[in-house]
């Protein structure tokens, strides 16, 4: 039998698109929350449903990413924009404990889904709203995605070498991080509520995220740096500013190796690996301090020792010294890694036609209510029927609304 997931009985409706607020409703639907997920119906030649449906890499039209994003959601087709479709909504959110959406600020109020409107009828209702600015502020109705959280917030100006303007991660990486704190919030506000009187009697709230502010609160000590010194910390490459030594360095077989032996017993292991006892025995390099102040000497020195050796042999002795280190891995090398695979982090799956299809596990693991994938991204409106029907509408109610076209 399988264990219970923590979030078994949490009902969430994610009304946004894209990757920011169905990344966070992924979160939820993988610890057991029952996830419906508002799409648009298919009408006037267009495909409907999110986008994400359609984006990058498809399998038979749909996207691959899609059976990651959606899974362990219920996909309900619903006209937003429609006085049926919303009150549709409506309804399905009097029980809610959480709707998510994304939409740009005030789009929900438009609409007549507003916090003030939902949690009239559900005031223990529970709204994490993730958008580019917050929902305040100059600069509220501004459209924003992550790549502008990103650069907004400070990562991108960090990202990349000194000599060479910022670049990007190859993803999404400010709305992850925007869906993660929004998550946070959630169950933060979750469990105020419940600890004042549930569902029924507990008092809901508004969990306001800007994406430019979660990648903001990724940033360290810049911002104390910059007030106290005028310090603004710059673009470093592949190393970690003022954290020495912390790089990634070359094989003699064409493998990139990162070494991380800035803390100081590990530093002086490093060296005696290296047959550097000088380096290690010299107090100027004793603490992080004295290193970072010579971090350029420093790493020539391990570059010349990594580069004249293969990359098993330099990570055996790494490993042997207990100096911590790692290959760069590609999806190659995680796909076939056996410590991905021993903690079920590539998980295999076949869809309805068949064919099999690897997927990412669970994070984090929890030892008595662990997570779990138990079905892959829906077809558009697969559950609409179900849903609705558990809502209190009839066969014909259901059928008048499609005639409708307002699910």
């Known amino acids: 039998m399988k264990a219970k997931k923590p979030l078994e009985g949490v009902k969430v409706i994610e009304l946004g698109q894209l990757i920011a607020g169905p990344f966070a409703g992924k979160i939820f639907a993988e610890f057991g929350a029952e996830v419906i997920k508002i799409e648009a119906p298919a009408a006037d030649g267009q495909s409907g449903g999110d986008p994400l449906r359609q984006w990058r890499k498809l399998h038979n039209g749909t996207s691959l990413w899609w059976y990651t994003q959606a899974r362990n959601k219920k996909s309900v087709t619903i006209n937003l924009r429609l006085p049926e479709g919303q009150e549709v909504v409506r309804r399905l959110a009097r029980d809610a404990d959480i709707v998510i959406e994304n939409f740009r600020p005030g789009t929900m109020e438009k609409w007549g889904l507003g916090y003030e409107r939902l949690s009239a009828d559900n005031p223990g209702l529970i709204m994490l709203r993730l958008s580019g600015f917050g929902q305040t502020g100059p600069y509220r109705d501004q459209a924003g995605f992550g790549a502008i959280g990103e650069s907004m917030g400070g990562l991108r100006y960090l990202t990349g070498y000194p000599d060479r303007p910022p670049v990007r991660p190859n993803l999404s990486i400010g709305d992850s991080l925007a869906s993660l704190h929004g998550v946070i919030g959630a169950m933060m506000a979750l469990h105020h509520r419940n600890a004042n009187g549930g569902r029924k009697s507990g008092k809901g709230q508004v969990v306001d995220v800007a994406l430019y502010e979660a990648v903001f609160s990724m940033l360290e000590s810049t911002l104390p740096e910059f007030d106290m010194y005028g310090s603004v910390r710059e673009r470093s490459g592949s190393n970690l500013t003022g954290i020495v030594p912390s790089n990634t360095y070359l094989t003699k077989d064409g493998q990139h190796v990162l070494i991380a032996a800035n803390g100081d017993s590990i530093f002086k292991r490093l060296c005696q690996a290296m047959g550097r006892d000088d380096l290690g025995d010299d107090p100027t390099l004793a603490d992080n301090a004295g290193r970072a102040k010579r971090a350029e000497e420093l790493d020539e020195a391990i570059g010349a020792w990594a580069g004249a050796l293969d990359a098993a042999v330099l990570l055996e002795m790494l490993d042997q010294a207990q100096v911590p280190n790692g290959k760069i891995f590609s999806i190659a090398d995680i796909a076939r890694d056996p410590q991905y695979l021993a903690r079920e982090m590539i998980r295999q799956f076949t869809l309805k036609d068949g064919t099999p299809l690897k997927l990412p596990g669970i994070v984090p693991k929890l030892s008595a209510t662990p997570g779990d994938i138990d079905w892959v991204g829906p ?29």
């Open 379 to 407: 077809e558009l409106g697969e559950h609409t029927e179900d849903v609705l029907h558990a809502h209190g509408y009839d066969a014909a109610a259901i059928a008048a609304l499609r005639a409708n076209k307002a699910i």
